[in-house]
């Protein structure tokens, strides 16, 4: 299936709106960015399906609360019938210091359900330098 300009659009968006609802607390809006059987894999582990997804935010706890996360460098390309896309991450404070928490790269799949894009699989990937330390990792990771 080719991707035309409209697809790569909405997949930003989809992107933007899983950044935005986990940054205001939105859960349930941030879930719904997901396929029925969607899977995040990052440093806490691999959650598989909407139930084990609806955990992630409260598993991620303090790592994402007051934080802000910042998305750029989209590449968006199809894959059979799927899409695959790849963007950059940048996690800061808002509300204790301006600090940068994180910077890692997002991997992801994404499928077509019902006219709109999903997140079949998203992986995040830390950069080395905020994944030196476990420390780190457990502020970071989101």
């Known amino acids: 299936m080719p991707l035309n300009f409209q697809d790569k ?7 933007v709106r899983y950044a935005n609802a986990m940054d205001s607390g939105k859960f349930d809006e941030w879930l719904e960015t997901w396929a029925d059987d969607g899977v995040w894999e990052g440093g806490l582990g691999v959650y598989a399906g909407k139930t084990a997804l609806a955990k992630l935010p409260g598993d991620l706890g303090a790592r994402i609360q007051g934080k802000r996360h910042l998305m750029s460098n989209f590449a968006i390309f199809e894959s059979g019938d799927q899409a695959m896309s790849q963007c950059y991450m940048v996690v800061v404070e808002r509300e204790v210091s301006t600090a940068i928490v994180a910077t890692g790269v997002y991997f992801d799949s994404l ?3 019902d006219g709109g894009w999903k997140f079949a699989r998203r992986k995040v990937q830390l950069d080395p330098s905020f994944a030196v330390t476990t420390s780190t ?5 989101c």
Not at 9 to 15: A, K, N, P
């Open 9 to 15: 659009m909405e997949i930003q968006d989809l992107i």
């Open 111 to 113: 499928k077509k359900i």
């Open 137 to 141: 990792l457990r502020q970071a990771d």
